[in-house]
């Protein structure tokens, strides 16, 4: 019997290695809420679409990150009923899109072949924790049933839909059905943290206001007293989140997209255009240099202004292709998307 522990990345996989907990470890390393995620019904043609969007960031060539998808593929489809999943998820956004994953490729299997699958209760961040607070983790394990199974693959599907109805909908039943926002509120419930997660993913497409997602204008926000370094606005960008899911890189090129484009919102405070470091390159230069808003920014900040009318969308989110003739609107004081449909 083997025991594989499965989590998001290689900071919580060391927490893990240093725990002395019995079985094999691997990093599920992918950040799917950045670039196109379609269904991976089609695994090939999954790796080959995530690969290729991950090296045109310059994060990793196309060919090494199909070849780190198919060695990960390849050890959870190895697994067989005498073995024991261990999913190891944190509640954040990055996390429960990489859960949905996970729980959609074992419900797929035949149920006679799925392993014994369990989920760690965690209500925190794992990487920052010490080793021994992760034994007592693993003992409170839930094992996760075939409703679990099936939400998360619904879950899933809508993600990678072509439209995001379906998304809106189940986080709207979910919601319903689950009314715990945490494990400790309920010795019984395994996907607490999901309805959370899945609504801050539906709060990325472009609002009603400004069109601005919720990073852009949390961004702006940040920048609008006055200018600071990009280091001190991450930090700031982050302090705006209930539970902190955009990484560095990627929130450089969020940062990037608010600049380099037709009427800039973001522009350092000598005026020219931010553009994201590559992942190879020394970007500790780019953290120090400050950045400032446009008065358009300004603008776009006390809703004067429409960021998409002005500057387009040209953006995938999960399985949505956004561009400026056709996209969603998400109505935050409704809970709401709204098609739209641009008209010139």
Same mark, same amino acid.
């Not at 539906?202 to 990073?215: H, I």
């Given at each position: 019997?083997?025991?594989?522990?499965?989590?998001?990345?290689?900071?919580?996989?060391?927490?893990?290695?240093?725990?002395?907990?019995?079985?094999?470890?691997?990093?599920? %390393? &992918?950040?799917?809420? $950045? +670039?196109?995620? @379609?269904? =991976?019904?089609?695994?090939?043609? *999954?790796?080959?679409?995530?690969?290729?969007?991950?090296?045109?960031?310059?994060?990793?060539?196309?060919?090494?990150?199909?070849?780190?998808?198919?060695? %990960? &593929?390849?050890?959870? $489809? +190895?697994?067989? @009923?005498? =073995?024991?999943?261990?999913?190891? *998820?944190?509640?954040?956004?990055?996390?429960?899109?990489?859960?949905?994953?996970?729980?959609?490729?074992?419900?797929?299997?035949?149920?006679?072949?799925?392993?014994?699958?369990?989920?760690?209760?965690?209500?925190?961040?794992?990487?920052?924790?010490?080793?021994?607070?992760?034994?007592?983790?693993?003992?409170?394990?839930?094992?996760?049933?075939?409703?679990?199974?099936?939400?998360?693959?619904?879950?899933?599907?809508?993600?990678?839909?072509?439209?995001?109805?379906?998304?809106?909908?189940?986080?709207?039943?979910?919601?319903?059905?689950?009314?715990?926002?945490?494990?400790?509120?309920?010795?019984?419930?395994?996907?607490?943290?999901?309805?959370?997660?899945?609504?801050?993913?539906?709060?990325?497409?472009?609002?009603?206001?400004?069109?601005?997602?919720?990073?852009?204008?949390?961004?702006?926000?940040?920048?609008?007293?006055?200018?600071?370094?990009?280091?001190?606005?991450?930090?700031?960008?982050?302090?705006?989140?209930?539970?902190?899911?955009?990484?560095?890189?990627?929130?450089?090129?969020?940062?990037?997209?608010?600049?380099?484009?037709?009427?800039?919102?973001?522009?350092?405070?000598?005026?020219?255009?931010?553009?994201?470091?590559?992942?190879?390159?020394?970007?500790?230069?780019?953290?120090?240099?400050?950045?400032?808003?446009?008065?358009?920014?300004?603008?776009?900040?006390?809703?004067?202004?429409?960021?998409?009318?002005?500057?387009?969308?040209?953006?995938?989110?999960?399985?949505?292709?956004?561009?400026?003739?056709?996209?969603?609107?998400?109505?935050?004081?409704?809970?709401?998307?709204?098609?739209?449909?641009?008209?010139?």
């Amino acid at each position: 019997m083997l025991t594989l522990h499965l989590t998001n990345g290689d900071h919580a996989a060391t927490a893990l290695a240093r725990s002395g907990l019995p079985g094999d470890i691997l990093s599920w %390393r &992918d950040l799917l809420h $950045d +670039g196109p995620v @379609p269904s =991976d019904r089609d695994l090939p043609a *999954f790796r080959r679409v995530r690969g290729e969007f991950l090296a045109s960031r310059g994060w990793q060539s196309q060919s090494a990150a199909m070849a780190d998808f198919a060695e %990960r &593929d390849a050890r959870l $489809d +190895g697994l067989g @009923p005498e =073995d024991e999943l261990v999913l190891w *998820f944190e509640p954040d956004l990055y996390d429960q899109l990489q859960l949905i994953q996970v729980l959609a490729r074992v419900e797929r299997r035949p149920a006679a072949e799925r392993p014994r699958l369990a989920i760690v209760p965690a209500d925190c961040f794992l990487g920052p924790l010490a080793p021994e607070k992760l034994p007592p983790l693993y003992e409170a394990r839930r094992a996760v049933t075939n409703s679990d199974l099936s939400v998360g693959s619904a879950a899933w599907d809508a993600f990678t839909a072509e439209t995001p109805d379906a998304l809106l909908a189940l986080t709207d039943r979910v919601d319903r059905e689950v009314t715990a926002r945490a494990y400790a509120y309920d010795d019984h419930v395994r996907l607490p943290h999901l309805v959370a997660a899945l609504r801050r993913q539906l709060e990325e497409y472009p609002d009603t206001q400004a069109g601005l997602s919720r990073c852009e204008r949390q961004l702006c926000e940040a920048l609008s007293p006055g200018a600071m370094t990009l280091a001190k606005l991450f930090t700031a960008h982050q302090s705006a989140e209930s539970w902190v899911w955009l990484g560095d890189w990627s929130f450089a090129w969020y940062v990037q997209r608010l600049s380099d484009c037709a009427h800039p919102l973001v522009v350092h405070v000598n005026g020219s255009r931010v553009i994201a470091p590559l992942r190879d390159t020394d970007g500790k230069a780019f953290w120090e240099r400050q950045v400032q808003l446009t008065p358009l920014g300004q603008d776009m900040v006390r809703d004067r202004a429409d960021f998409v009318r002005m500057n387009g969308i040209d953006r995938w989110i999960g399985g949505v292709y956004n561009t400026t003739s056709s996209h969603w609107r998400w109505d935050p004081n409704r809970y709401r998307l709204i098609p739209h449909v641009l008209q010139r």
